[in-house]
């Protein structure tokens, strides 16, 4: 991206050459392989002396163009995409760590980032621990001399919690642990990780990336030398984004920062609403003065995106009143799309957890996760409304 471009500008500008047919948008370039020229120059493809096309699962002018455009974005110097976020998250740790080897992660992690870290890696002898969002000085005497990687998420899916990626930064230096950042909730235009010390950012493009409940697509982006141990397991290994998805994504990258914007405003004003409402019992978002890394979010977030939770009294005897009462607001189990969706995740997204687990990461059982849209404020308030309303009516008696 050129050096002088604000953020949107390359959002929307930053492209691969264009063909000779001088088509405006990203064309699509649907196709498995690639042809050569000569023996030559197939012999000079493979043997990595001449840059170019090989073949789909290694690269293709729609990712390529993704990733130049999200590494420009985050900071990065190069990544590879993948066709989910997992795929992102699975490739990342499986690159990067061997046998005996110890992650140290934040508590609130994605639910399949938990089965990755709990039931699939051991398979391999790597180990876990985790340690606590709200008091990362303890984390200090959980590294041990086999701690390889730092793996974070901030916020946090679904508890909204935040780590402060300044001290996260200096935290793995000091340990000599390469920092990993899931960076899905804020996306690279409310928070940049690698400028705070982060050496690989990974997405779930899937989420406010697309925006539009469209496709599946994930990211790796960062440091040259991680990257390319990275690419050269993913090469081998197949989690390749499809060109379709990627040419969806490039164009869905060119509208982020006032689809971000609108998000993080709308979950703002209805954060504020739901905080006043009575029989709310607490609501968690970034951007509110109550939320306990208020600080923290104001000094590494542009805005506090589109996700807030909250809990009812009553829990989730009252939650599920209110989930079933919504008229428009969609029950999902996606997030970041541009319609509003609310999901309860401590019996969907995060079920396989035991319930010590669920609370160890902050998923209490009223817990409800709000996706807010890109619909008017007002409608998707006063559907809240009229449900949490609904929740508080009485059972009518039966004689
Ligand atoms: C959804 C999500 C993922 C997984 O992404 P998929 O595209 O669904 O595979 C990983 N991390 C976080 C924080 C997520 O919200």
Redesign the pocket.
């Known amino acids: 991206m050129s050096e002088n471009w604000q953020f949107e500008t390359g959002a929307v500008r930053h492209q691969r050459e264009r063909s000779s047919e001088g088509e405006h948008s990203v064309p699509l370039y649907l196709t498995s392989s690639f042809v050569f020229e000569d023996a030559e120059q197939m012999r000079a493809r493979f043997a990595d002396e001449e840059p170019g096309n090989i073949y789909s699962r290694y690269s293709n002018p729609n990712t390529s163009e993704l990733i130049e455009k999200v590494c420009a974005m985050e900071g990065a110097e190069d990544g590879f995409a993948t066709a ?3 795929a992102a ?1 699975f490739t990342t740790l499986a690159a990067l760590l061997k046998a005996g080897d110890h992650v140290l992660a934040c508590r609130s992690v ?1 639910g ?2 938990h089965q990755l870290l709990t039931n699939i890696l051991p398979k391999w002898n790597i180990h876990h621990s985790y340690g606590p969002i709200e008091a990362p000085e303890s984390w200090h005497d959980l590294v041990q001399n086999n701690t390889r990687m730092l793996l974070v ?1 901030t916020p946090s ?1 679904p508890g909204v919690e935040l780590l402060d990626m300044e001290w996260l930064g200096a935290f793995a230096r000091q340990h000599g642990l390469i920092l990993v950042v ?1 960076n ?2 804020a996306t690279p235009y409310l928070q940049q990780p690698i400028r705070f010390g982060a050496d690989l950012v990974v997405h ?1 493009a ?2 406010f990336m697309d925006g539009q409940g469209r496709v ?1 697509g ?1 990211l790796i982006v960062g440091r040259q030398d991680l990257m390319e141990q990275v690419q050269g397991f993913a090469r081998h290994s197949g989690p390749a984004l499809s060109p379709f998805n990627a040419w969806v994504l490039s164009k869905s990258l060119e509208t982020l920062a006032v689809r971000m914007d609108r998000h993080s405003a709308n979950a703002l004003a209805v954060a504020s609403r739901l905080e006043q409402t009575p029989g709310v019992d607490w609501v968690r978002y970034p951007f509110l003065p109550s939320h306990p890394q208020y600080a923290i979010a104001k000094r590494q977030m542009i805005a506090g995106g589109g996700v807030l939770s909250f809990s009812l009294e009553g829990g989730i005897v009252q939650g599920r009143k209110f989930l079933d009462a919504l008229r428009f607001c969609s029950l999902s189990a996606n ?1 970041g799309d541009s319609r509003t969706i609310v999901t309860h995740p401590a019996s969907t997204t995060h079920s396989k957890l035991t319930e010590a687990e669920r609370l160890a990461a902050g998923i209490l059982p009223g817990l409800i996760r709000v996706s807010v849209g890109l619909e008017h404020v007002d409608d998707i308030w006063a559907d809240l409304q009229q449900a949490l309303l609904a929740t508080q009516k009485p059972e009518p008696v039966t004689l």
Do not use: A, H, Q, R
Request: aromatic letters at 12%; proline letters at 0%; glycine letters at 12%.
């Open positions: 989910t976020g997992m998250v994605f399949s980032t998420e899916n899931d899905c909730f779930s899937t989420k599946l994930g997030l």
